[in-house]
């Protein structure tokens, strides 16, 4: 089959199948005698093997050790679970740095007036790095209990 069938059967794109082939990540395949590159069954389940583990958010060396130990049968599969459990735990971390930038983008929108004055917490905080201590200070405040519309003062009544 030629690029465009597998890409439907595998549900990858060409584009990706070829930077697949660049990378390594599938062998080279056999071109036709005009050239084209002719896919057989078995290059369209190393490719829907590869869509499923980016599915899973695994990166291209994470994909590549996890062919390598599909392709070996006398693999562990302790050394696949262990290469799964490293990838959960860099979700969570990245899942617990997601909820945090949330929850402060939550903060300054909780801060923001979104009425007709130019002063706007949301983009003090972008315009300046320091900010995020001020930002720090507005998370604090907001444990303690302090109103949302008091959090931010003396920051942007200086600004005035």
């Not at 735990?89 to 130019?118: F, K, N, W, Y």
Request: aromatic residues 4%; glycine residues 4%; contains cysteine.
């Amino acid at each position: 089959m030629n690029i465009g069938e597998a890409s439907k059967a595998s549900g990858v794109s060409a584009k990706m199948i070829r930077y697949y082939e660049d990378i390594a990540l599938i062998p080279p395949v056999a071109r036709s005698e005009s050239g084209y590159r002719a896919y057989a069954r078995n290059d369209v389940h190393r490719l829907r093997f590869i869509r499923r583990a980016r599915d899973l958010g695994f990166s291209v060396a994470e994909i590549s050790e996890l062919l390598g130990l599909w392709d070996d049968r006398s693999r562990q599969s302790a050394d696949v679970k262990r290469l799964a459990q490293a990838h959960i735990v860099e979700l969570e971390d990245r899942i617990r740095h997601l909820r945090e930038m949330a929850d402060t983008l939550q903060e300054l929108i909780s801060c923001c007036a979104g009425d007709d004055r130019p002063d706007c917490p949301i983009l003090a905080t972008l315009e300046d790095p320091a900010k995020e201590e001020a930002e720090e200070t507005v998370q604090e405040k907001a444990k303690a209990g302090i109103p949302a519309r008091d959090r931010l003062r003396g920051k942007a009544s200086a600004r005035k």
